[in-house]
């Protein structure tokens, strides 16, 4: 059969006695993480191939390259194994068939729920990359590596362990395999897998017991050898320190004069300064009193302003439904009048014309009297004059109210036009912090890993130290050039940059136990004298020298400490491209470090002679200085945005001040509005009364001349019913629409007086707050101005307490130490000087020969404490250490020579019975955890001994004798769920091949013990089978196409056998 072809694997068609076929096992045989199923496409040698193993051995059989060990491949690759693990090939695109793009390999596991299985898909193709399908209950997704091998190791699949997956191109090594290597590979494949990781645990502790062990010998030594030393300096450390502390003691005495001063002037400025704050007290308390006034009465005022815009609407409602009801009431009046007219009309119609003579007479009278009634009624005259001066006030009241509104919008402008200023300062100010963040970046890229995880610990911790903390130093500096800023970048250690920098050794100790672990320099900067740095002069500058490095960077004085200690900046130059080409001149100078745009000169003067030599190198480009931080810039920031922030809030107030104002004037106009609308309603009134009047003397008259003009009475009485049903119909019209008027006005009406009362309570609420508030704002200004002056007192004490402390701190520096000193000292300056001149009259008493002593005496009692502390915190180390490794050796040791003890019973008990000895042991030594092993001994000649197991011993058949041997003794002991062994019979002799595999089958005979493929060229005659035996064969060939489409279900040789069987 063709490569390209199908190639099946078939079961082999011997007698019953021998192999088991696969359609007679049940799937109940399969114990959790067996494999069922194996099918690969496109892999290695196959197009396509289905493999359907048994539950217990299963002997892979087939010629030379008929793809035996590509079975072997497609089982290590497809349960997530690295291609290295085969020995062959290292890549995985080196897997797909020869001629093919991609293929796959798909695993079936049995589940450990004996009814449910695992199938694991792996896509692989040319380009060495990898696709993972995953079915668990019928359910398929796509899975990353991670998981299937998370699946993987739920069942303790170690295809890395050679003891449960030996490849033919593996199996050399296991032969080579040291005995520490194999009691390695043994602990991982059998028993419980905390003893792989208790052994791991041991040999890392013990390292670390040496460790300590080295280090507390050597610290003692160095201690003893510090102690011996001092010993021989102490008599003259005494005479020292005494002459010592009298010279100390004098110069402490002249130290206090100058301070004596001083407290005088801190005196008087501390009694200026309670004065000022006072002051300030009585100020912020005026101040907090109006704010909180001003807050509920800008609130009030708001209030206000809404119902009064309610009540003037409400107003316009009411007059207009007024003005509406009077018109319909003046109809309904009139028509009523009218009705009763007819009525009375028609009535006096139906009686005699002598009841008629007396209705003319009584109607002549009723006339007479509404006359005079009349006549007698005063005439009303409206105050017009006052109507206009209401109306001019209110105009102006409107004029001023729309002028606060102007200065209103000015004002809310001039808040938007800050708050946008504001805003621009807040982003900038993120710019240069977001800047911190990509030289951090710039930092970690250069090598240094651990620098942001160290900025942020010393960032979120600061309050933990003693004086400030820097760093990185990369952080720390602005250059204003660029192009310095590369000499600078050049010119400095990379160290540096990302060191962080303490100024007290507590501080450094304390950096040191917390951030040592992410690799970063610390650099604790100890007080120093400053040395006076060359000038640049006018003959450098007339070379082109241009500036020292010192001066183009802005830092802390701190770094610029560090700086130039460390890389000595203040002692390098800076030149032009002129400087460039006069670079020897330059030297003549005493110029012996120079940066030019285009080289970098430095030269060296030697120790023993004047000679010099010169070194010449490029100019890098700089990759931290990309962009720069200047702190004071941002400084600066920090300052305009409170500035801002300030401004923002005096225009709010100033804001609300107007708001203010303009909700008082249109108080006042409502007012004026109020007053006007009762005129104008008076005058209503006056008018309508007179209508009224009017309206009854012209009834009167209609009366009397319908009366005289009398007609015929029945004519008559027809003519007036008519009149009377026609003027019922409109007063029925006129009255449903002043009911719905009616009900509307009694509702506006009511809401009216409401809101009538509120804006009344609401203005006398306001009258109080406000004449409240301007007592509490004559009180704050008068706080302004005793705190004004104030200031100015402390002010004047201030700058003559500095004076005082600048001339004291020139003499002496105070400290906490030197304070606690001048308690004990004479208060005058008699007293003092009395006292430094006893104190230097004893010091000159006292005579000393060596005075370097001291300073060396000290020294080492330093060093001596700093060895003890670490000595005893070491030692305690040591103890804890051993005792760890005590408990975790109670819990493997034990365990482990039990573990050795069960697979040797089994390993001789194998060798046995092939007519030869082998045991297994576990080479101990002690504490050296690192070096225990299995040691397998085999002999294989009853003359021989027993011999270690290795190629200077044995025959290559003998070791693989030995080898299936040793993994046939795991089988019993293991908790994998199989075991792949590639070939390990070639090389043997028939009669130990025949006896190993006996022993195998006897071994996968057993109850639950683990599934086991080998894979071998050939198998010997008439060799003795059981039902745990599976033999597939791997047939090739060019007429093997007709065959493989009808077994390639592996369940047609049951047929055929059980047919056979029948006949």
């Known amino acids: 059969m063709s490569s390209d072809r199908v190639r099946p694997i ?62 072997v491949c497609a089982i290590g690759i497809g349960l997530a194994g690295e291609p290295s693990l085969l020995g062959r090939a290292t890549s995985i695109g080196d897997y797909v068939k020869r001629g093919e793009e991609s293929g796959w390999i798909k695993i079936t596991l049995q589940d450990r729920n004996p009814d449910s299985k695992i199938c694991i898909t792996r896509k692989i193709n040319k380009q060495n990359k990898s696709e993972w399908l995953l079915e668990d209950n019928k359910v398929t997704h796509a899975a990353s590596k991670k998981e299937i091998q998370e699946v993987v190791a739920r069942f303790n699949i170690q295809v890395n362990n050679l003891t449960q997956f030996l490849p033919q191109d593996r199996v050399c090594e296991f032969a080579k395999m040291t005995p520490i290597q194999l009691l390695e590979e043994t602990e991982k ?79 008087l400025f501390q009694e200026s300064k309670r004065k000022e704050e006072e002051a300030k007290r009585q100020l912020h308390e005026a101040a907090a009193k109006s704010m909180a006034l001003k807050k509920p009465l800008d609130t009030l005022k708001k209030k206000k302003s809404d119902f009064e815009a309610a009540e003037r609407k409400s107003k ?44 003319i007479a009584r109607a002549t009278a009723d006339l007479a009297t509404a006359e005079e009634e009349l006549a007698n009624l005063p005439v009303y005259e409206p105050p017009t004059q006052e109507l206009k001066e209401i109306g001019e006030k209110i105009r102006d009241f409107e004029l001023g109210v729309a002028e606060r509104r102007n200065q209103k919008e000015e004002k809310h402008q001039e808040y938007n036009q800050k708050r946008r200023q504001c805003e621009q300062v807040v982003r900038r100010i993120a710019e240069i912090d977001s800047l911190k963040n990509r030289r951090l970046q710039a930092l ?31 952080l720390e500096i602005h250059i204003d050039d660029k192009e310095h800023a590369k000499y600078v970048e050049n010119h400095v250690p990379g160290y540096i940059w990302r060191a962080f920098v303490t100024q007290d050794e507590r501080d450094r100790d304390h950096l040191q136990r917390n951030i040592k672990s992410f690799g970063v320099p610390i650099i604790n900067a100890r007080e120093q004298n400053h040395r006076n740095p060359p000038p640049v002069t006018l003959q450098m500058q007339e070379m082109g020298v241009v500036a020292r490095l010192d001066q183009v960077i802005n830092a802390p004085d701190v770094i610029k400490h560090v700086l130039n200690g460390q890389a000595v900046l203040d002692q390098s130059f800076i030149g032009t491209a002129q400087a460039n080409t006069r670079a020897d001149r330059v030297n003549a100078l005493g110029v012996m470090d120079l940066w030019t745009p285009e080289n970098h000169y430095r030269w060296n003067r030697s120790l023993y002679g004047s000679h010099v030599s010169a070194s010449v190198t490029s100019v890098r480009p700089s990759r931290l200085f990309s962009e720069n931080i200047d702190a004071r810039v941002r400084s600066d920031l920090e300052t305009q945005k409170v500035a801002f922030e300030k401004e923002i809030e005096k225009i709010d107030q100033e804001g609300r001040k107007i708001a203010g104002d303009i909700r008082t004037l249109e108080e006042e106009a409502s007012t004026l509005h109020k007053q006007r ?26 009366k009397l001349d319908s009366l005289k003009l009398e007609e015929d009475c029945r004519s008559v009485e027809e003519r007036l019913r008519a009149g009377i049903t026609k ?67 402390t002010s004047r004490c201030r700058d003559l307490l500095r004076s005082a402390k600048e001339h004291a701190e020139r003499v002496a520096p105070l400290t906490a130490g030197l304070q606690a000193m001048f308690e004990t000292m004479p208060a005058t300056v008699e007293d003092l000087e009395d006292a430094i001149n006893d104190a230097l009259a004893e010091a000159n008493a006292v005579l000393c020969n060596n005075p370097g002593v001291l300073e060396e005496y000290e020294r080492r009692c330093e060093q001596i ?27 493997w040791l034990p365990t482990l020579r039990t573990l050795v003890a069960q697979i040797n019973e089994t390993f001789g008990h194998n060798f046995r019975e092939m007519a030869v000895a082998g045991e297994v042991s576990l080479d101990e030594h002690g504490n050296d955890f690192d070096k225990y092993g299995i040691l397998i001994k085999v002999k294989f000649r009853e003359t021989g001994e027993l011999q270690v197991l290795s190629a200077h011993h044995q025959s290559g058949g003998e070791r693989s004798v030995s080898t299936i ?19 390990i019979n070639q090389g043997m002799d028939p009669h130990n091949e025949r006896k190993m595999f006996q022993q195998l089958v006897r071994a996968a005979s057993q109850l639950n013990t683990p599934q086991c493929f080998l894979l071998t060229p050939k198998l010997l005659p008439n060799l003795e089978y059981t039902e745990a035996c599976t033999i597939l064969n791997i047939m090739n060939g060019p007429y093997i196409d007709d065959a493989a489409e009808k077994w390639k279900d592996g369940f047609s040789w049951a047929m055929v056998t059980q047919s056979v069987a029948t006949h």
């Open 965 to 983: 041997l040793y993994l046939v003794s795991l089988q019993d002991l293991t908790h994998c769920p199989f075991r792949v062994v590639d070939e």
């Open 865 to 891: 404490e700093r060895l003890e502390t670490e000595l005893e915190r070491e030692s305690a180390e040591r103890q804890a250490c051993l005792s760890e490794i005590q408990t975790v050796q109670d819990k």
């Open 444 to 474: 970690k890229n250069t090598g240094a890993r651990g620098v942001i995880d160290a900025y942020n610990w010393v960032e979120s911790h600061r309050n933990e130290f003693q004086k400030n903390v820097y760093g990185p130093v990369l």
């Open 677 to 702: 609308e009762e005129i104008l309603n008076k005058v209503k009134l006056e008018k309508k009364k007179r209508s009224d009047m009017t309206s009854r003397v012209d009834q009167r008259k209609r």
């Open 10 to 71: 078939a079961v082999d068609p011997r007698s019953s006695k021998r192999a088991r076929t696969s359609a007679t096992r049940a799937g109940n045989e399969f114990l959790p993480g067996n494999i069922i199923e194996i099918e690969v496409h496109n892999f290695m040698t196959y197009t396509h191939l289905k493999s359907k193993p048994g539950p217990r051995l299963n002997l892979v059989i087939g010629p030379n390259g008929t793809g035996k060990s590509s079975l």
């Open 189 to 267: 494949a059998v028993g419980d897998p905390e003893l792989s990781r208790q052994h791991d645990t041991l040999i890392k502790k013990n390292d670390d017991l040496k460790k300590f062990e080295t280090s507390v010998r050597q610290r003692e030594s160095v201690l003893a050898n510090l102690k011996a030393n001092n010993a021989d300096l102490e008599r003259d450390v005494r005479r020292l320190q005494e002459r010592q502390k009298l010279l100390e003691t004098a110069e402490n005495l002249k130290k206090k004069l100058p301070w004596l001063k001083y407290d005088h002037k801190k005196v």
């Open 316 to 359: 316009q409602v009411h007059e207009r439904l007024e003005s509406r009801r009077q018109t319909l009431c003046e109809e309904e009046s009139k028509m009523r009048e009218q009705v009763r007219a007819k009525t009375r009309e028609i009535v006096e119609v139906s009686k005699r014309e002598s009841v008629r003579q007396e209705k």
């Open 727 to 793: 003027l019922n119909q409109d007063r029925k019209k006129n009255v449903l629409m002043l009911k719905d008027l009616i009900k509307e006005f009694l509702k506006n009406q009511t809401q009216l007086m409401v809101e009538s009362l509120v804006v009344a309570e609401m203005d006398m609420k306001v009258r109080d707050i406000e004449r409240e508030f301007k007592v509490h704002e004559q009180d704050a200004h008068s706080a302004q101005r005793n705190f004004a002056s104030s200031q100015q007192e």
